[in-house]
């Protein structure tokens, strides 16, 4: 491989040094040894940094709340809330990673609004942000997008990340747009708490189409062995799509309760079903139960 040109080498050597140099203040000030902080906005690799400091000192540790003390005092935190504004995606990425990162909450006026950005990479690091920063207001604004530009990956991952207790048990209660939500039964499974059962378990009896599928993967992803039941009775729904999630479901559930009724699957006009059928059994008899989750 060919050496790179001087000034080229120079250059990565002098941004290495600057970067090297931010991380030991960043330490320094974790370690309650320093309250001063000076970083190049400018340059988009002292996210990196930030987001490397502080997931090694945790989302709810004194050392984090010195950083951001130490942020605001040397108005550092007011350029990254100023930059979110800037034409530039490199700004508005840095800065978005940046308040994500230290978790500052006072920025979530600002974060909201890049959710809507035509370039994905901002909206991404947006998301990312307020997932991070987390509280009603975040949670708000990551539902609201949803619900304006539609579900997406990164939406509802976030959205099951930052959501306080109780959200989106909430908002399942409330009446929707259609494609909401199921991204909210989706969100509420990742969650694995238990005290959306009942909320999912309803749209399995009443929702509409990808509502019964998806609330049924989600019982499976939560562990609710009390909604067994009503998930075999989903086995012998009419549409493919809702008996594949049932016995994906029931698999994840390792309900052996059920083997007959999954046993069954192996005759039926669907080849996926009859496949999902197969695995369910193999988890069933094979396959161990995770245990549950701590907190649910």
């Known amino acids: 491989m060919p050496a790179a040109p001087p000034l080229t080498a120079f250059h990565r050597a002098r941004v290495g040094l600057r970067r090297s140099a931010l991380r030991r203040q960043l330490q320094a000030v974790a370690a309650g040894k320093s309250k001063q902080i000076s970083i190049d906005l400018e340059d988009s690799g002292s996210a990196a940094v930030v987001e490397e400091i502080t997931a090694s000192v945790g989302p709810e ?12 005092d040397s108005k550092a935190a007011d350029a ?14 840095t800065s978005a990673r940046i308040a994500g990162a230290l978790r500052i909450y006072e920025t979530v006026p600002w974060l909201s609004p890049l959710l809507a950005a035509h370039d994905p990479s901002v909206a991404d690091a947006a998301a990312r942000a307020l997932g991070r920063i987390g509280g009603t207001t975040s949670a708000s604004a990551l539902l609201f997008a949803i619900r304006r530009r539609g579900p997406s990956r990164r939406l509802i991952s976030e959205l099951a990340r930052g959501a306080p207790d109780f959200f989106i048990e909430s908002a399942l209660d409330e009446r929707q747009k ?3 939500r199921p991204a909210l039964a989706i969100a509420a499974g990742l969650r694995r708490r238990h005290t959306a059962i009942s909320h999912l378990a309803t749209l399995v009896q009443r929702g509409s189409r990808r509502e019964r599928v998806i609330s049924c993967r989600a019982l499976g992803w939560i562990g609710a062995a009390t909604a067994v039941p009503l998930i075999r009775d989903a086995l012998q729904d009419r549409d493919w799509k809702i008996r594949l999630s049932a016995a994906k479901a029931l698999g994840a559930l390792r309900a052996s309760s059920c083997r007959t009724d999954l046993e069954y699957l192996s005759i039926d006009r669907n080849p996926r079903v009859r496949k999902a059928g197969k695995q369910a059994l193999y988890l069933i008899d094979r396959v161990p139960a995770k245990r549950p989750t701590r907190g649910a």
């Open 61 to 72: 540790s004194f050392a984090l709340d010195l950083l951001v003390v130490a942020f605001k």
């Open 80 to 93: 990254v809330v100023e930059r979110m504004s800037s034409k530039s995606v490199r700004d508005r990425v």
């Open 178 to 180: 259609p494609t909401v």
